[in-house]
RNA sequence: GACCUGGUAGCUCAGUUGGUAGAGCACCUCCCUUUUAAGGAGGUGGUCCUGGGUUCGAGCCCCAGCCAGGUCACCA
């Protein structure tokens, strides 16, 4: 790898300040008395006091015999004041003309004992007597400059880079940080309205035989010892009623889920769903509960209910609207599909402008027509329940009306938050509900779903009427945060990885290999071998160069030999 | 998967009709003891995403590809 001048000049402060004695990673415990946030929200009581603060050099202003810094620990930022005299000891003043002022840079990791003051100014500082080296930095970090009005100048602002180099974005884009603590605080607080119910927190098997709960294309793997398919699960719902079978009164569980599909600004290939199952309920609690919690969820992470999502105004005071998704097509759409058989309602989404086709069923139909019509309404928190059966293996049946579930989907800002049922609890309804999944689904897709055949057992054996509801933890995060895209609220989204270009000459067959191997990333040697269509010598001296470039390396495995990308 | 937009110095960005590669910040040298987007003087720094093509000549035009963002499609 090249290195930058930057890089070389940092390098080279680096050997410089081991040449002084100075370790610039030093292993002792640094011991600090305080934090700057303490410091800063607390002037007074600081004021003339000895602190010990440690932290990472922000930015410099050097004036001759003194400077001004910038330091930044995880609670905050600071301006810190050095003075030649006072923090060297030698009459060459080495640590401030030499170490501070030559071998430091911006980005390096300091710990400082000194003062607590305010400058003429009236800034918040401290004076510092004594200077250590805890880090040195070797790559430079972007500089993002805020000016008197707070405007932010020549911001860090490139998704890519700060989605790849996400630590960097955390040090330079204090907003980001922010972002992130909000969402442990989202969780904690949930949590706590679990925990102070009596609700125990579960762990369920991520790796699963068959992956259910959900409709998704899941991740596949394989277990070598038991020589069987695993998959990564794309929902926890039917373990999580397992365990109300087993006996307990209600479980939750934050799961990371994983599905297999398309990326877009709401989509990552794993994502968080917090899962929740209480027994003797049904799905009326569940909305209560709901708008209890996310009232709270609203106060604890941002102290109001009344949040600013996008272009819209949400206000998450319970209560919540509660409308049936009949009546939501018949307030949006004009028409009532109650009853409408499959042909009556392919009519109506003809009539209303949606491109349908054969194999849309009753539930997909009517799907549609919500999803198009009428979901980007509800802006404010809303309840929408009563899903035609067919869209809901898993929910029971209406108690008024069987062609109907209790289920509830809740929608904010136009987009779907949780989704909830009154849990179906006939094992045999339940069979049935799985091959009538199967049989719409058998138009050859690979989302059919696999029949769970323990999960049936364990209903078999009873299960109390319950309600569970899944809340998109990754959206909540998003509205509570006003975050438009997923990538905002994940520390580490999901990216192609970055595909490094030679560094050195290639001669006219390696660059044939390199490139072959780039649209392969790894691939049997023996295959590579024909495919570049070189002769043993050749191939031989050819695929040694590239791993003595370290471009590419031969693996030997149980599976074969094996030459994949560095 | 389709379309649109973008990729130029460490960062943020300009780059005219196709004619020697630019700015601010950062960095280096010097001056400066309460500054704060510190200031002043001088300077260094580039595979212009990659690979082809057109051309006397390509950052710019054409083709293919890579990566990202957006829109749509897919996603109970």
């Known amino acids: 790898m090249q290195l930058s001048p930057l890089e070389i000049v940092r390098r080279e402060s680096l050997q410089k300040l081991r040449d002084l004695g100075i370790n610039p990673y030093p292993a002792e415990e640094f011991k600090t008395t305080t934090t700057i946030k303490e410091i800063t929200s607390n002037f007074d009581a600081f004021e003339g006091k000895e602190v010990v603060l440690a932290g990472r050099m922000m930015s410099r202003r050097i004036m001759g015999k003194a400077s001004f810094a910038e330091l930044k620990d995880a609670s905050g930022r600071m301006q810190i004041y050095l003075n030649r005299d006072e923090i060297s000891s030698d009459d060459e003043a080495t640590m401030y003309n030499t170490v501070f002022k030559k071998l430091l840079d911006m980005g390096d990791i300091i710990g400082i004992k000194g003062e607590v003051f305010k400058t003429k100014v009236g800034e918040v500082s401290v004076n510092v007597k004594e200077l250590t080296v805890l880090s040195k930095s070797l790559k430079p970090l972007p500089v993002v400059k805020t000016d008197a009005d707070g405007k932010v100048h020549d911001a860090f602002s490139d998704a890519e880079q700060r989605y790849r180099q996400r630590y960097v974005d955390l040090i330079v884009n204090d907003h980001v940080k922010e972002t992130f603590i909000k969402r442990t605080k989202i969780t904690t607080s949930m949590r706590n309205f679990f925990n102070e119910r009596g609700y125990l927190e579960v762990e369920t098997p991520i790796l699963q035989p068959i992956p259910g709960g959900a409709a998704a294309r899941p991740f596949k793997t394989h277990h070598n010892a038991l020589d069987i398919p695993l998959y990564l699960r794309i929902a926890n719902e039917l373990y999580l009623k397992r365990l109300i079978v087993g006996g307990f009164d209600a479980v939750?569980?934050?799961?990371?889920?994983?599905?297999?599909?398309?990326?877009?600004?709401?989509?990552?290939?794993?994502?968080?769903?917090?899962?929740?199952?209480?027994?003797?309920?049904?799905?009326?609690?569940?909305?209560?509960?709901?708008?209890?919690?996310?009232?709270?969820?609203?106060?604890?992470?941002?102290?109001?209910?009344?949040?600013?999502?996008?272009?819209?105004?949400?206000?998450?005071?319970?209560?919540?609207?509660?409308?049936?998704?009949?009546?939501?097509?018949?307030?949006?759409?004009?028409?009532?599909?109650?009853?409408?058989?499959?042909?009556?309602?392919?009519?109506?989404?003809?009539?209303?402008?949606?491109?349908?086709?054969?194999?849309?069923?009753?539930?997909?139909?009517?799907?549609?027509?919500?999803?198009?019509?009428?979901?980007?309404?509800?802006?404010?928190?809303?309840?929408?329940?009563?899903?035609?059966?067919?869209?809901?293996?898993?929910?029971?049946?209406?108690?008024?009306?069987?062609?109907?579930?209790?289920?509830?989907?809740?929608?904010?800002?136009?987009?779907?938050?949780?989704?909830?049922?009154?849990?179906?609890?006939?094992?045999i309804d339940q069979k049935e509900r799985f091959e009538d999944q199967l049989k719409l689904s058998e138009k050859g897709d690979d989302e059919a779903m696999f029949i769970d055949q323990d999960f049936i057992r364990a209903l078999e054996y009873g299960?109390?009427?319950?309600?569970?509801?899944?809340?998109?933890?990754?959206?909540?995060?998003?509205?509570?945060?006003?975050?438009?895209?997923?990538?905002?609220?994940?520390?580490?989204?999901?990216?192609?990885?970055?595909?490094?270009?030679?560094?050195?000459?290639?001669?006219?067959?390696?660059?044939?290999?390199?490139?072959?191997?780039?649209?392969?990333?790894?691939?049997?040697?023996?295959?590579?071998?024909?495919?570049?269509?070189?002769?043993?010598?050749?191939?031989?001296?050819?695929?040694?160069?590239?791993?003595?470039?370290?471009?590419?390396?031969?693996?030997?495995?149980d599976e074969g030999l094996f030459v994949e990308l560095i």
């Open 252 to 427: 939750y569980e934050f799961a990371k889920d994983f599905r297999n599909e398309g990326m877009d600004r709401t989509h990552n290939p794993e994502f968080t769903v917090m899962e929740l199952y209480v027994a003797y309920k049904d799905y009326n609690w569940m909305m209560n509960m709901t708008e209890e919690l996310l009232e709270k969820i609203a106060i604890d992470s941002n102290g109001t209910t009344e949040l600013t999502i996008g272009e819209n105004q949400v206000s998450f005071k319970a209560p919540y609207a509660r409308v049936p998704i009949l009546e939501a097509i018949k307030i949006h759409t004009g028409f009532d599909v109650a009853g409408m058989d499959e042909v009556e309602l392919r009519e109506v989404c003809t009539k209303v402008g949606i491109e349908v086709d054969e194999t849309m069923g009753v539930g997909k139909l009517i799907d549609e027509l919500f999803g198009e019509k009428c979901e980007h309404h509800y802006i404010q928190p809303t309840f929408i329940t009563d899903y035609p059966k067919e869209m809901s293996p898993l929910t029971k049946e209406h108690r008024t009306n069987p062609a109907l579930t209790e289920r509830f989907e809740l929608m904010v800002n136009g987009k779907e938050l949780a989704n909830a049922y009154s849990e179906l609890n006939d094992p």
């Open 463 to 557: 299960m109390p009427p319950t309600s569970g509801i899944g809340i998109g933890i990754d959206r909540l995060v998003m509205f509570m945060t006003n975050n438009a895209s997923i990538q905002e609220v994940l520390f580490f989204p999901q990216m192609k990885p970055e595909k490094k270009a030679p560094a050195v000459e290639l001669n006219d067959d390696e660059k044939a290999v390199f490139e072959l191997l780039k649209k392969a990333e790894k691939i049997e040697l023996p295959e590579l071998k024909t495919q570049s269509g070189l002769s043993n010598k050749k191939w031989d001296k050819t695929i040694k160069g590239l791993t003595k470039h370290n471009l590419a390396k031969v693996n030997n495995t």
